[in-house]
């Protein structure tokens, strides 16, 4: 059986909100059997993730990620390869560009789905690049009557994202971050710009760009505030220097996370209040492209 060939003209039949309830149900699958590996090269980053999930299927993700490209190319590339879960037969091949960006973006919209106040309006961006834009159409699904304001370090991309994106751009840190009450981190920083101090009561705060042992987005105070959450444990605790740098150094333990998604079920993956902060690191995953693949493939046959 020939595999299908999925590319980015499948968007048009994906929906936000169907995704992350595609998420949701695949967590409630047989915990997924997972392998990762990572290669370094000075920025360069070769990432190779593999996913087995009974009732689901097998999933092969490779990425690259160079973020000395000129312009013109981009930072993160790769391929994707969806298998069947009975034969091993390859049902699919889909777009690395439409399955990164559906996945990564619909990971922290589950999240801020469980954990952002439901009335939240003031949503803060934080950086300009392709995962920014894809965060904000995200979460206008969930949260349609939303303002979003952008904050990066380039007023020039900021503004030409916000243009894009009918939002507004404040350059200065502390009053975006003050005003927010969902902030979306998706920088490459190796050094925290997120100011724990600077946050206000019941906000959410989704981190997704930190990726390596040496980044991280926000800092030691914004850790200590906060209920600390994340979709994968592990692919986050022992990978990423947003959590495995402060454990290291006694800022936190590894048992202050409270909740991954394979604990959706248990109720836990949840607010408990209105006041209180609330954060989710996004470390990704490849049972996370298994269940988004799937689901793309799923919406594209009908």
């Not at 909100?17 to 059997?33: K, S, V």
């Not at 600077?198 to 987005?217: N, S, Y």
């Not at 209920?227 to 986050?236: E, G, H, K, P, Q």
């Amino acid at each position: 059986m020939t595999p299908a060939m999925i590319g980015p003209e499948a968007e048009a039949k994906l929906d936000w909100i169907a995704l992350t309830d595609a998420l949701a149900t695949g967590h409630a699958l047989p915990r997924a059997e997972v392998a990762d590996s990572f290669l370094y090269r000075n920025k360069d980053t070769l990432l190779t993730r593999s996913a087995l999930i009974d009732g689901l299927g097998m999933l092969v993700k490779a990425a690259t990620i160079v973020p000395g490209n000129a312009p013109d190319l981009a930072t993160v590339n790769g391929g994707v390869m969806l298998m069947n879960d009975e034969t091993g037969l390859m049902d699919a091949v889909l777009d690395f560009g439409l399955v990164t960006k559906w996945k990564t973006a619909g990971d922290s919209l589950l999240a801020a789905r469980k954990l952002a106040r439901p009335e939240a309006r003031n949503i803060l961006i934080c950086g300009a690049g392709n995962v920014a834009a894809s965060m904000i159409a995200a979460y206008r699904s969930a949260f349609p009557q939303a303002n979003f304001t952008i904050w990066n370090r380039s007023q020039a991309s900021a503004e030409r994202l916000a243009a894009r994106m009918e939002a507004a751009v404040e350059m200065d840190l502390e009053t975006a971050l003050g005003q927010a009450e969902i902030v979306a981190g998706t920088t490459m920083a190796t050094e925290p710009w997120l100011r724990g101090d600077w946050l206000q009561p019941g906000t959410h705060i989704d981190l997704i760009g930190a990726f390596r042992p040496d980044m991280r987005e926000a800092d030691d105070v914004t850790l200590q505030r906060a209920r600390i959450f994340c979709d994968a444990r592990a692919t986050t605790v022992h990978h990423i220097g947003e959590f495995r740098d402060p454990i290291a150094r006694g800022v936190m333990a590894e048992g202050d996370i409270v909740a991954d998604y394979y604990d959706l079920g248990t109720g836990t993956f949840a607010r408990q209040s209105a006041e209180e902060i609330t954060l989710c690191k996004n470390g990704g995953g490849a049972h996370l492209d298994l269940m988004i693949a799937r689901y793309i493939l799923d919406a594209v046959q009908g």
